[in-house]
């Protein structure tokens, strides 16, 4: 399907705005002719006097024989005609500009909530980059068009009918040889368009290419820092944005070659009215008011084609980018959001994985997983790094889904909840902590509605973040920054907990939360866990076995499978893996 095709199919609400704006358009661009008519009138009145035109009683003068009075109903009409020329500019301009910033507005959301609900595994060979060039760059791109190209296409088509049937109401013959130039001036126009279509397709993926490498260093600035390779990266934004640059260059070799074209074109049918029409007016075959009016408007319905050029370069860009943005916005979603709905904060939190398998690509991640989880009770999952661990709460959180088997709350399968009720049930706080540009209050309270003061207050202290947000200059108010910047790493993660804190779900799942602070945090965090997980189905990740010591029941994960279980002195008891890891982490020996 082409992609203006499929535009038009996201844009059917606007569908009244559109043809409102392009009426606007049309009746712009009606006015827009008459001022040459109105010059072959005024020759017509100058040269015949009372028997001009305006003068006769047919065919549509109005009878006034007083050359005068003619004159001045030229001035008046010439008034009404640039007023009524100004008035639908203005409306059109209103209308297609509005209309621009509203499909774009609803275009750049309707994109990203889709993105919002691919799954995880899209997102392992997509680049953010590239992503953000679609959702900022290519939607932009296609703002820019029906900001100003839509209204060209439609003007130029009505500026040729028009003074085309002026035309061939004043003198056929001249109407025939004067748009003789449009047949191949439109052959033109479109053959370019077709080798620039490919062009800007790639000038798209060029530019998308250039986001993704400024995104990917942006974030990994300190890390360029820190190993001296400014001058290495400066030089692969060189290769990036000079492949950039390359396509466009090819893009403007041939958009520049189809003004000069057309101008040629434009002056044969020009050349061609001044001559013939001449000479009949020489030879009292055309009066000199219909020859003025035919000069001028020979070159009213020729030159506008020029406008083609810049229209099809806009036009091209545009249909690249919108071919990018609705091919994202048609990625099918592989986890639906749709199923039975459930009260979150009533589940029980009973877990169980039955016989679950999975894999990234063709590596086996996790193989025949059958564990059942008690509610209320805190759960570890330890072992080494692949092993497994954070796939199985990934599933649990149906970022993935399972190759073969089934993960159950309170005995239902989680694919037949609704996702955004499964995922209300659930405390995420993962090792990687994400912290939006806003206050350590609107932080703490991301994702609950309408909390109050006292609640974020309480949440701080249960996690012991109270502490460190009353050193800071505005408390609760003080910003964090982008991604938490302004925040060491301990504190980040004592705002994540005091967030899950807040949310209160029945299911608390803490991924490697500790992995990365000192062991005074850790101490700090685990006093917060030891009281948020009472009653509370908790899974803990660790690769720090001394943060999940206490827990009901450890889980020790190797290949994919569990290989250990039971509590931490059962497991010590057996002298397995798990004895092995404690050894090795506490510098005991056997």
Known sequence: ??????????????????????????????????????????????????????????????????????????????????????????????????????????????????????????????RTG????????????????????????????????MVSAVFFALQPSIAVIACLPVPLILFGAFWFQSRLAPRYAEVREAAGDVSARLNNNLLGLATIKS????????????????????????????????????????????????????????????????????????????????GLAEVADMYQRSMAAIDRSMKLLETPIAIPYEGRHFPANQARGELRFDHVFFSYGDTPTLVDIDLAIPAGKT????????????????LLLRFYEPASGHVLLDGQPIDELNLQDLRRAIGYVAQDTFLTDGTIAENIAYGVNDPTDEAIAQAAQAAEATEFIAKLPLGFATRVGERGQKLSGGQRQRLALARAILKNPPILVLDEATSAVDNE????????????????????????????????????????????????????????????LWRLQTGERS
């Open 1 to 126: 399907m082409h992609p203006l095709t499929r535009l038009l199919a996201h844009t059917r609400a606007y569908a009244g705005d559109i043809r409102l704006a392009s009426l606007y358009s049309v009746l712009n661009k009606f006015f827009d002719i008459l001022p040459e008519v109105l010059i072959g009138v005024a020759v017509d009145v100058v040269v015949k006097g009372d028997q001009s035109f305006l003068a006769r009683k047919v065919l549509g003068g109005l009878g006034i024989s007083d050359t005068w009075q003619q004159l001045l109903v030229l001035g008046a009409a010439n008034v009404a005609i640039w007023g009524g020329e100004s008035l639908f500019q203005y409306l059109y301009e209103v209308r297609w500009r509005n209309l621009a910033q509203n499909i774009q507005h609803d275009m750049r959301l309707e994109a990203y909530q889709h993105v919002q609900k691919l799954e995880m595994a899209y997102f392992e060979n997509q």
């Open 227 to 306: 190993y001296a390779t400014e001058t290495l990266e400066a030089a692969h934004i060189d290769a990036a944005s000079r492949a950039y640059k390359d396509a466009n260059a090819s893009a403007i070799r041939v958009s520049a070659a189809i003004t000069p074209i057309i101008r040629m074109a434009i002056l044969a049918g020009f050349t061609a009215t001044l001559i013939y029409g001449g000479w009949l007016t020489l030879h009292g075959e055309l009066a000199v008011g219909a020859y003025s009016v035919l000069v001028f408007l020979t070159q009213r319905l020729l030159w506008p084609f020029t």
């Open 379 to 394: 759960i570890a999952f330890v072992g080494s790094t692949g092993s497994g661990k954070s796939t199985l709460v990934k």
């Open 521 to 580: 945090t850790e101490a700090a965090i685990q006093r917060s866990l030891d009281v948020v997980s009472r009653n509370r189905t908790t899974l803990v990740i660790a690769h720090r076995l001394s943060t999940v010591r206490h827990a009901y029941c450890i889980h020790l994960l190797e290949g994919g499978r569990i290989v250990e279980s039971g509590t931490h002195e059962e497991l010590l008891a057996h002298n397995g893996g798990y004895a092995a």
């Open 130 to 161: 590239n992503l953000m060039s679609i959702l900022n760059d290519d939607i932009n791109q296609m703002e820019r068009f029906l900001n100003g190209g839509a209204n060209e296409i439609i003007q130029v088509v009505c500026s040729s009918v």
